[in-house]
C-alpha cells in the first residue's frame, strides 16, 4: 500500500517531538494564517485539499501539521493522559506558533473534533487570543454518544476496514488508533471537560456540526454560543455526520470562506452566511 506524504511537508522539534507540517503562502500581506488542527484520528493529509481551496478563497497563508502521535509525525511513545489536548493547546501549539513565526493574534485556528476542542482550550486560556476561532463537530464535554461512537470506531478496526484506511496516512495506525480510543474509552474520561475554558473565549467563534454527527449532539453548541463572550456562529448540517468539510464540502469551504470575510478579513467576495441547513 503507497503512502500518501505531501510532497511539500516539511519536519520541525515542535516541544522536543517530531512534528510533520506543510506551509501554504499567503496572497495577501494583511491576511491571518489559518492553522488546522486534525481529529483525533487525523493528519496533515487527511485534510486532502480544504487548506488548498481556504487558502486560494481568502488569500490567508496556512500552516497545516499532524500532531505528535498522529501522521507521519513522531510515533506516539505513551499512553495519552486525561490532559492530552491541554497539553496539546497550552504547551504544543504556542511552539507550533513560534517556530512558525505566527504571531498569535494573526492566527484563525480551524479545529475538527479534538482540534477543535484544542483550539477552543487555547482560546480561553489567557495566553493570547487568536484573530477567529473556526471549530467543525467540537467537544466540551463527553456524551454518551460520543462514547457510543468511539465504541463502535474500535470495533470498525479490529473486525472492520478502518486500521486498514488508516495506514496510508499513519507511520504508526495501531499506535495512533489506541492513543486515542484508549483514553476516550477510559472510565475517567467520563468527567473531561472544558467549558471553563471556553467561558473565557472572546475572539469571534464559527462552530459547524452535522445534525447526524454519530459523536455529539447540538448540545455541545448550544454550551458553546451559551458560555463564549464573543460572537458565536453556527452552522447545523442536515444529512451530515461527524466530518462536514467531507460531507457537506462546498457549503462548508462557501461557510467558512463568507465567516472569514466578514469577521475576520474584509474586502475579498463574501459567501453566503452561515445559518441552520
Known amino acids: 500500500m503507497s503512502i500518501r506524504i505531501h510532497p511539500e511537508s516539511e519536519t520541525h522539534t515542535v516541544a522536543g517531538r517530531r512534528i510533520a507540517l506543510r506551509r501554504i503562502p499567503a496572497r495577501r500581506a494583511d491576511a491571518p494564517v489559518l492553522v488546522f488542527l486534525h481529529e483525533g484520528l487525523g493528519s496533515v493529509e487527511l485534510w486532502r485539499d480544504v487548506p488548498d481551496v481556504l487558502a486560494e478563497r481568502t488569500g490567508c497563508g496556512a500552516v497545516v501539521y499532524s500532531r505528535y502521535g498522529n501522521g507521519f509525525s513522531e510515533i506516539l511513545h505513551e499512553p495519552r493522559t486525561l490532559r492530552y489536548m491541554h497539553d496539546e493547546a497550552l504547551v504544543s501549539l504556542p511552539a507550533l506558533l513560534e517556530c512558525c513565526g505566527i504571531a498569535p493574534e494573526r492566527a484563525v485556528l480551524?479545529?475538527?473534533?479534538?482540534?477543535a476542542s484544542i483550539a477552543?482550550?487555547?482560546?480561553?486560556?489567557?495566553?493570547?487570543?487568536?484573530?477567529?476561532?473556526?471549530?467543525?463537530?467540537?467537544?466540551?464535554?463527553?456524551e454518551r454518544r460520543s462514547l457510543r461512537g468511539i465504541a463502535e470506531a474500535k470495533r470498525r478496526f479490529l473486525d472492520g476496514d478502518l486500521r486498514a484506511r488508516m495506514m496510508p496516512y499513519h507511520a504508526d495506525a495501531d499506535a495512533t488508533f489506541s492513543g486515542w480510543n484508549d483514553i476516550w474509552l477510559s472510565p475517567a474520561f467520563r468527567e473531561w471537560n472544558i467549558e471553563e475554558y471556553v467561558a473565557r473565549v472572546t475572539c469571534p467563534v464559527l462552530a459547524i456540526q452535522g445534525a447526524d454527527d454519530a459523536y455529539g449532539t447540538l448540545r455541545q453548541l448550544q454550551r458553546l454560543r451559551r458560555l463564549a463572550r464573543g460572537s458565536v456562529d453556527t452552522l447545523v448540517l442536515a444529512a451530515c455526520g461527524h466530518d462536514p468539510h467531507r460531507e457537506r464540502r462546498e457549503l462548508v469551504l462557501a461557510a467558512i470562506t463568507g465567516w472569514l470575510a466578514g469577521l475576520v478579513l474584509g474586502g475579498i467576495d463574501s459567501s453566503p452566511s452561515p445559518k441552520r441547513v
Open 110 to 115: 480551524v479545529g475538527h473534533s479534538d482540534g
Open 120 to 142: 477552543l482550550i487555547y482560546a480561553g486560556s489567557g495566553m493570547a487570543s487568536p484573530a477567529g476561532v473556526v471549530l467543525e463537530a467540537p467537544h466540551l464535554f463527553v
